[in-house]
């Protein structure tokens, strides 16, 4: 691990310049898992807006249950709190592009404090040279008679060192100091954080996916590629990722299958675990 300067709630809040987001943060040395710990004070009727930060988590989460390496001092995990009223009509789309424009504002907070440039993997991986430097998992819940809440979680690979990874990850993750070989201040990238993202949902709130749907495509590396998409039933389809759908749904052209038979025309994959097949 890269020395790191420690995580401190008075050094990032003397830093934010977000409006709400990170008002109120809880800030713990470990947890189990921040999203755990998030859905807890959710259920007590935190108030909106709160942050919950780790230094390490023992249980850490990934997308598809998977877990996510966790360990104290290099990285970032944190879970933000949205109780935000919804009309009913545009929830679906609310919802489903949660996690794209958290990965959006992920990507442009890791480019605000480093050299570096990320594209985001549908739907929410981040990627430096198609390894992977960061993820998010968006949970959503209701506690009685409160309003319903989001969870955004959110984990970066900051300062980590290559030969730190467990082996099973070494060819496929990365961090920010792997990449540029300069230790990131993980107080500063939190608070860039919380104001990419703070913006990105006021936008998503007041005007939908209009523009925020274009700088997603920008930077999605998804949209031309080859790939393979696992299913959640474990169903598998090779095919061309020709874009994204309004509700956020990836829009595959699938290969025709050994026996010459046609798949639809397009598949519109709202849940799957994508793999980039390189050609």
């Given at each position: 691990m890269q020395a790191s300067p420690p995580l401190s709630r008075d050094t990032i809040q003397s830093t934010?310049?977000?409006?709400w987001l990170g008002r109120?943060?809880?800030?713990?040395?470990?947890?189990?898992?921040?999203?755990?710990?998030?859905?807890?004070?959710?259920?007590?009727?935190?108030e909106h807006g709160t942050v919950v930060v780790a230094d390490s988590q023992t249980a850490g989460r990934g997308r598809l249950?998977?877990?996510w390496f966790s360990p104290g001092g290099a990285n970032l995990y944190c879970s933000v709190i949205l109780r935000m009223k919804r009309p009913?009509?545009?929830?679906?789309?609310?919802?489903?592009?949660?996690?794209?424009?958290?990965a959006l504002a992920a990507a442009e907070a890791i480019e605000a404090v480093s050299s570096l440039q990320v594209s985001v993997k549908w739907p929410n991986d981040l990627l430096i040279s198609e390894r992977k430097v960061g993820g998010i998992l968006c949970?959503?819940?209701s506690s009685a008679g409160?309003?319903?809440?989001?969870?955004?979680?959110?984990?970066?690979?900051?300062?980590?060192?290559?030969?730190?990874?467990?082996e099973e990850l070494r060819e496929s993750a990365t961090?920010?100091?792997?990449?540029?070989?300069?230790?990131?201040?993980?107080?500063?990238?939190?608070a860039q954080l919380l104001l990419e993202l703070e913006q990105c949902i006021d936008e998503l709130a007041a005007h939908g996916t209009s523009r925020l749907s274009l700088a997603y495509h920008q930077r999605c590396s998804t949209i031309g590629q080859k790939i393979k998409a696992t299913l959640a039933n474990g169903d598998q389809c090779l095919g061309q990722a020709e874009g994204i759908d309004q509700d956020?749904?990836?829009?595959?052209?699938?290969?025709?299958t050994q026996t010459g038979s046609k798949e639809p025309a397009t598949l519109h994959l709202r849940v799957a675990d994508i793999i980039h097949v390189r050609t």
């Open positions: 934010l310049s977000s409006k109120r943060i809880e800030l713990f040395d470990s947890l189990p898992s921040t999203n755990r710990e998030a859905s807890r004070l959710a259920q007590a009727d935190v249950a998977r877990t009913a009509e545009g929830l679906t789309e609310w919802l489903s592009w949660l996690p794209l424009v958290s949970e959503s819940s409160a309003i319903p809440f989001q969870i955004i979680g959110i984990g970066l690979n900051v300062n980590v060192a290559q030969e730190d990874w467990p961090s920010i100091w792997h990449e540029q070989q300069r230790t990131v201040d993980r107080n500063r990238l939190l956020g749904a990836l829009i595959v052209k699938p290969e025709k």
